[in-house]
C-alpha cells in the first residue's frame, strides 16, 4: 500500500490549508486513515482519524473545531481540511492507514502504513 500526501506549505496564523491523501494498493473498505503530525524536536502526535467504512471521525482535542478529516470514496481521497492555523500547528504532518479498523486510532504504532509526509508552516 502506498499513500501520497499533498497540500502543505507556508501561511500565515488565521489562514487555512487543505492537505489530501490519496491510498493505492488496496481495495478493502474497512480501514482507518489518520493524520499525524510532528513538530521539531517533539514526538510525532495525533491529529485526526476517519473510518473508511461508514465516515465516523475522532480528533485530538488541540485540532477540534479547527480542523476537519474528510474522505470523498469517488476519488479514494482523504482530506484535512486546517482552518484558523496557529504558529503551534507548524509540523510535518503525515497521512497513515491501517486495515482493519482499530479502535486505537490515536497510537502511531497501530499503523503500517505511512505517507511521505508534507510540510505545514504557520507564521505569526
Known amino acids: 500500500v502506498q499513500l501520497q500526501a499533498s497540500g502543505g506549505g507556508l501561511v500565515h496564523a488565521g489562514d487555512s490549508l487543505r492537505l489530501s491523501c490519496v491510498p493505492s494498493?488496496?481495495?478493502?473498505?474497512?480501514?482507518?486513515m489518520a493524520w499525524f503530525r510532528q513538530a521539531p524536536e517533539k514526538e510525532r502526535e495525533f491529529v485526526a482519524a476517519?473510518?473508511?467504512?461508514?465516515?465516523?471521525?475522532f480528533y485530538a482535542s488541540s485540532v477540534k473545531g479547527r480542523f476537519t478529516i474528510s474522505k470523498n470514496t469517488f476519488k479514494n481521497t482523504m482530506y484535512l481540511q486546517m482552518n484558523s492555523l496557529r504558529p503551534e500547528d507548524t509540523a510535518v504532518y503525515y497521512c497513515?492507514?491501517?486495515?482493519?479498523?482499530?479502535?486505537?486510532?490515536?497510537?502511531?504504532?497501530?499503523?503500517?502504513?505511512w505517507g511521505q509526509g508534507t510540510l505545514v508552516t504557520v507564521s505569526s
Open positions: 494498493g488496496r481495495t478493502s473498505s474497512d480501514f482507518t
Open positions: 497513515a492507514a491501517r486495515w482493519p479498523h482499530t479502535v486505537r486510532y490515536y497510537s502511531a504504532d497501530e499503523y503500517g502504513n
Open positions: 476517519i473510518k473508511w467504512s461508514g465516515g465516523a471521525s
